[in-house]
């Protein structure tokens, strides 16, 4: 299992630091610097808007379905007509839930239609996912690595053309982008759909409503932990919109969102080692294997991803901004200060937090998940008026150290989890000799790349000569005969 978790780790981080950060930094980016802070602020907000009310649209079923076809692949013939119709009523529900919340929020008649085309996108997306769980629950994780990249290669082509064509980058909107994005998902929905009608046995839509009450009831408390969470991880930008007076409210959504996105970019990789890690948790439960054994591989590695790269962020926040961002560069740089140490919260999160849900411990993360949108929204609340981007910023860090913190003192408790002395010692003289480096590179007589360039060096030299990573360790379970 060790083998299987690495190799196919090694190929999902390949394929997407391959495409996602040319998409992130080359269309994304792109899209904002071309459109202004204020208009790629109102996409932001809505886009995000669109996200709140996701999960009616999935109801947990993913993740459920995640979880038990990897302990059970039979269940695949069994379940996936009845599910498929559901999903579509589930749609119905969605879109009445999220135009009717629009237009009691006060949304107008442009910002309503931009959130027609985002609904929709919402919607496709929600079924690529749940294709994707399919596909990963049978264990496929070549197939469900190149699908996931498939998406953003498409968004790559088609926005890449528009906004770097001399021709039409004058006449670019947010809408626009929404547009490409519909197409980008709707072509990936129907590869997923084929690879996975050619394992189940789906001939014709069937209604049943036993099965889908068993279905709903079953996937509960994985709807009500993705709703949570969506919440307080989502809702800072609508907030912010909603809060502030017109045109500050967009234009402060627009500075949270440069921040925003290349911690959303990070979070790519830890979210990448949770998407392998849910079934391969989910199948060692089952058969009473340790789970130990992967998280002492998974968690350095994602340990020395994430506090590398807060450090180097906090030491390089104004320059990182300056570079990519021609407006409110201080403002952003701020924002983000604030934003990235959340991705260690994040990366222990994605760890623990999909440990508690293979094993289903779904109450536990609920009540933290609840506690979490409740000080989150109050310090929004408090914060945003004064405050603006950089209170909701603060908002979003405390919620996530919280959590993550929960999440995992609860995850050693249950499993036993206690890190043997060398690996505490290891871990301390990490963090001492981070933070120690990040302090010499201020003395150093160079431009601020080449100290970051060295710092980064630095700490991976850290890490290997201290055998916080064990790289002989993991080329020989690369090597391995997979049990």
Same mark, same amino acid.
């Given at each position: 299992?060790?083998?299987?978790?690495?190799?196919?780790?090694?190929?999902?981080?390949?394929?997407?630091?391959?495409?996602?950060?040319?998409?992130?930094?080359?269309?994304?980016?792109?899209?904002?610097?071309?459109?202004?802070?204020?208009?790629?602020?109102?996409?932001?907000?809505?886009?995000?808007?669109?996200?709140?009310?996701?999960?009616?649209?999935?109801?947990?079923?993913?993740?459920?379905?995640?979880?038990?076809?990897?302990?059970?692949?039979?269940?695949?013939?069994?379940?996936?007509?009845?599910?498929?119709?559901?999903?579509?009523?589930?749609?119905?529900?969605?879109?009445?839930?999220?135009?009717?919340?629009?237009?009691?929020?006060?949304?107008?008649?442009?910002?309503?239609? %931009? *959130?027609?085309? /985002?609904?929709?996108?919402? #919607?496709? =997306?929600?079924?690529? @996912?749940?294709? &994707?769980?399919?596909? $990963? !629950?049978?264990?496929?994780?070549?197939?469900?690595?190149?699908?996931?990249?498939?998406?953003?290669?498409?968004?790559?082509?088609?926005?890449?053309?528009?906004?770097?064509?001399?021709?039409?980058?004058?006449?670019?909107?947010?809408?626009?982008?929404?547009?490409?994005?519909?197409?980008?998902?709707?072509?990936?929905?129907?590869?997923?759909?084929?690879?996975?009608?050619?394992?189940?046995?789906?001939?014709?839509?069937?209604?049943?409503?036993?099965?889908?009450?068993?279905?709903?009831?079953?996937?509960?408390?994985?709807? %009500? *932990?993705?709703? /949570?969470?969506?919440?307080? #991880?989502? =809702?800072?930008?609508? @907030?912010?919109? &909603?809060?502030?007076? $017109? !045109?500050?409210?967009?234009?402060?959504?627009?500075?949270?969102?440069?921040?925003?996105?290349?911690?959303?970019?990070?979070?790519?990789?830890?979210?990448?080692?949770?998407?392998?890690?849910?079934?391969?948790?989910?199948?060692?439960?089952?058969?009473?294997?340790?789970?130990?054994?992967?998280?002492?591989?998974?968690?350095?590695?994602?340990?020395?991803?994430?506090?590398?790269?807060?450090?180097?962020?906090?030491?390089?926040?104004?320059?990182?901004?300056?570079?990519?961002?021609?407006?409110?560069?201080?403002?952003?740089?701020?924002?983000?200060? /604030?934003?990235?140490?959340?991705?260690?919260?994040?990366?222990?999160?994605?760890?623990?937090?999909?440990?508690?849900?293979?094993?289903?411990?779904?109450?536990?993360?609920?009540?933290?998940?609840?506690?979490?949108?409740?000080?989150?929204?109050?310090?929004?609340?408090?914060?945003?008026?004064?405050?603006?981007?950089?209170?909701?910023?603060?908002?979003?860090?405390?919620?996530?150290?919280?959590?993550?913190?929960?999440?995992?003192?609860?995850?050693?408790?249950?499993?036993?989890?206690?890190?043997?002395?060398?690996?505490?010692?290891?871990?301390?003289?990490?963090?001492?000799?981070?933070?120690?480096?990040?302090?010499?590179?201020?003395?150093?007589?160079?431009?601020?790349?080449?100290?970051?360039?060295?710092?980064?060096?630095?700490?991976?030299?850290?890490?290997?000569?201290?055998?916080?990573?064990?790289?002989?360790?993991?080329?020989?379970?690369?090597?391995?005969?997979?049990?």
């Amino acid at each position: 299992m060790q083998r299987k978790f690495l190799a196919n780790l090694i190929l999902l981080l390949f394929l997407n630091l391959l495409v996602k950060p040319l998409y992130i930094f080359g269309i994304d980016l792109g899209v904002q610097n071309l459109v202004g802070p204020d208009e790629y602020g109102i996409f932001f907000s809505m886009f995000n808007f669109s996200m709140l009310f996701n999960i009616l649209l999935d109801a947990g079923i993913t993740n459920y379905n995640n979880r038990n076809i990897s302990q059970y692949r039979h269940l695949l013939n069994k379940h996936f007509s009845g599910i498929f119709t559901l999903r579509l009523l589930l749609a119905v529900v969605y879109v009445l839930i999220a135009f009717g919340t629009g237009l009691m929020a006060g949304y107008s008649q442009r910002q309503m239609q %931009l *959130l027609g085309f /985002l609904a929709f996108n919402q #919607f496709i =997306i929600s079924f690529i @996912l749940y294709l &994707r769980s399919n596909i $990963a !629950g049978l264990q496929l994780f070549k197939t469900d690595s190149l699908i996931s990249v498939l998406d953003r290669v498409i968004l790559i082509v088609l926005c890449g053309y528009l906004i770097y064509n001399r021709h039409t980058r004058s006449q670019f909107t947010v809408e626009w982008f929404a547009i490409c994005q519909t197409a980008a998902y709707l072509v990936t929905f129907l590869v997923a759909l084929l690879v996975v009608m050619r394992k189940a046995a789906f001939r014709r839509f069937y209604w049943n409503p036993t099965f889908a009450r068993m279905i709903l009831r079953n996937s509960f408390p994985y709807a %009500l *932990l993705a709703l /949570l969470m969506m919440f307080y #991880f989502r =809702i800072d930008s609508v @907030l912010l919109e &909603r809060l502030l007076p $017109a !045109g500050t409210g967009s234009l402060q959504a627009g500075i949270y969102a440069s921040a925003f996105r290349l911690l959303d970019a990070f979070l790519m990789i830890p979210y990448l080692f949770s998407v392998l890690l849910l079934p391969m948790f989910a199948r060692m439960i089952r058969f009473r294997e340790n789970p130990g054994q992967i998280i002492s591989i998974a968690f350095p590695i994602i340990l020395l991803f994430s506090v590398g790269t807060v450090a180097l962020s906090l030491g390089f926040s104004r320059e990182i901004m300056e570079l990519l961002y021609n407006d409110h560069v201080e403002e952003s740089a701020r924002v983000y200060s /604030l934003l990235v140490p959340g991705l260690v919260a994040f990366s222990a999160s994605y760890i623990f937090g999909t440990l508690l849900t293979a094993n289903g411990n779904l109450r536990i993360l609920n009540l933290i998940a609840g506690a979490g949108m409740v000080v989150n929204i109050l310090l929004n609340i408090m914060l945003i008026p004064r405050y603006q981007a950089t209170g909701s910023a603060f908002a979003s860090l405390v919620t996530l150290m919280l959590s993550a913190i929960l999440q995992m003192v609860i995850s050693v408790r249950k499993f036993a989890l206690v890190p043997s002395r060398s690996q505490w010692i290891r871990s301390l003289l990490f963090l001492s000799g981070v933070f120690a480096i990040m302090w010499i590179q201020q003395f150093l007589p160079w431009e601020w790349y080449l100290r970051m360039g060295m710092a980064a060096l630095a700490i991976l030299v850290l890490a290997f000569s201290i055998r916080f990573i064990q790289p002989v360790q993991l080329y020989r379970i690369l090597l391995r005969t997979a049990p």
